[in-house]
């Protein structure tokens, strides 16, 4: 399967404590996001790259959050000193600069923070 | 700013009805629509856009969408619904910045 793929898929941690996540998109696709999504709400958005530059960050996302995608391929999402509203589902969608630009997501990355 | 709105939460319908889940959007410039679905443990699957051209479009699994500029609504519909559609369905709208909206979700179930 060529598909998204994201590592682990759960993670649970303590309060305080540094995590980090991985995003594997699709090979072609130059266009990764991720998203944040809690029970009852469509997915958030956090940042988006095209290629390795980080074109878009929500002016919601904490100075906890850091992603990177060094070499455009992967990416990676840290959070740092986590919080207990930091628990969600973490998504990672990528998709081809040109078109409609749909994305294709993974099946997320779930962090509970205790 | 740009926002989508899905009025219900729940959609119950029979299977073999006809089966419409609702959207309306706000956005600036033109619209590019996307309908996702999400099934339970599974991540969210692309469904159907609208980027230009005809109001209606056809996607996957038998969904089709009305796009009307009118009513800034870009509905979900399905002539005849399957107890396999049952699933949480989500509507987006791209900014002209890339970045995607997302709505807060429909749950459709179909009744066998």
């Known amino acids: 399967d060529t598909g998204v793929s994201q590592d682990p898929r759960h993670k649970i941690t303590k309060r305080g404590q540094n995590v980090t996540f991985r995003c594997d998109p699709i090979?072609?696709?130059?266009?990764l996001y991720w998203y944040r999504q809690t029970l009852g709400q469509g997915p958030e958005f956090l940042t988006y790259f095209q290629n390795e530059a980080q074109l878009e960050k929500s002016r919601l996302l904490s100075d906890r959050f850091s992603a990177e995608r060094p070499k455009g391929s992967f990416s990676t999402l840290e959070i740092q000193r986590t919080e207990q509203g930091d628990s969600a589902m973490y998504l990672c969608?990528?998709?081809?600069?040109?078109?409609?630009?749909?994305?294709?997501f993974g099946p997320g990355t779930r962090l509970t923070v205790t | 700013a740009q926002s989508v709105a899905q009025p219900e939460d729940q959609v119950n319908v029979a299977e073999g009805n006809p089966l419409t889940v609702k959207c309306t959007y706000s956005?600036?410039?033109?619209?590019?629509l996307f309908w996702y679905v999400q099934y339970p443990n599974r991540g969210l699957q692309f469904l159907l856009k609208?980027?230009?051209?005809?109001?209606l479009v056809k996607g996957s699994y038998g969904f089709e969408a009305e796009f009307n500029k009118s009513q800034t609504s870009f509905h979900l519909k399905k002539p005849s619904a399957l107890v396999s559609d049952s699933a949480l369905y989500f509507c987006a709208v791209r900014s002209p910045g890339n970045q995607f909206y997302f709505g807060t979700g429909t749950s459709l179930t179909v009744i066998p």
């Open positions: 956005v600036s410039g033109n619209p590019y």
């Open positions: 609208y980027i230009t051209g005809d109001n």
């Open positions: 969608a990528s998709s081809l600069r040109q078109g409609g630009n749909e994305q294709y």
């Open positions: 090979s072609e696709h130059n266009r």
